[in-house]
């Protein structure tokens, strides 16, 4: 997938489990999703599952911090560089 295909299942995902009307409209790729309390602990725990079961990716704990969910498309970028280090070390094996 590519950063941009991320962000769109992301904002997707975010915008029907975690936002309702106007909300839901307002949210793009750069709203501050921890600052404005989309994201709190609980929802951060359901987003690492989505992206788990659903993306295919494995967030490790040393990046669950709020400069990597910041925003959506900060979260994509850390998954995009995740995917091609799975793929990096998919080849070399």
Same mark, same amino acid.
């Given at each position: ?14 915008g @029907?489990?975690?936002? $309702?009307?106007?909300d839901r409209?307002r949210?793009n790729?750069v709203?501050p999703?921890? @600052?404005s309390?989309?994201? #709190? ?5 359901l987003l690492?599952?989505? !992206?788990? #079961?659903e993306l295919?990716l494995?967030?490790s704990?040393?990046?669950i911090? !709020? #400069?990597h969910?910041?925003?959506i498309?900060? !979260?994509?970028?850390?998954?995009? @560089?995740?995917?091609l280090?799975?793929n990096a $070390?998919?080849e070399k094996a």
């Amino acid at each position: 997938m590519t950063e941009e295909d991320y962000v769109s299942a992301l904002v997707t995902f975010i915008g @029907e489990e975690f936002l $309702q009307g106007d909300d839901r409209d307002r949210l793009n790729d750069v709203s501050p999703l921890m @600052e404005s309390g989309v994201l #709190d602990s609980l929802r951060v725990a359901l987003l690492l599952t989505y !992206i788990r #079961d659903e993306l295919g990716l494995y967030v490790s704990p040393a990046k669950i911090d !709020i #400069d990597h969910f910041k925003d959506i498309r900060t !979260i994509a970028g850390m998954l995009h @560089e995740l995917s091609l280090e799975n793929n990096a $070390q998919k080849e070399k094996a």
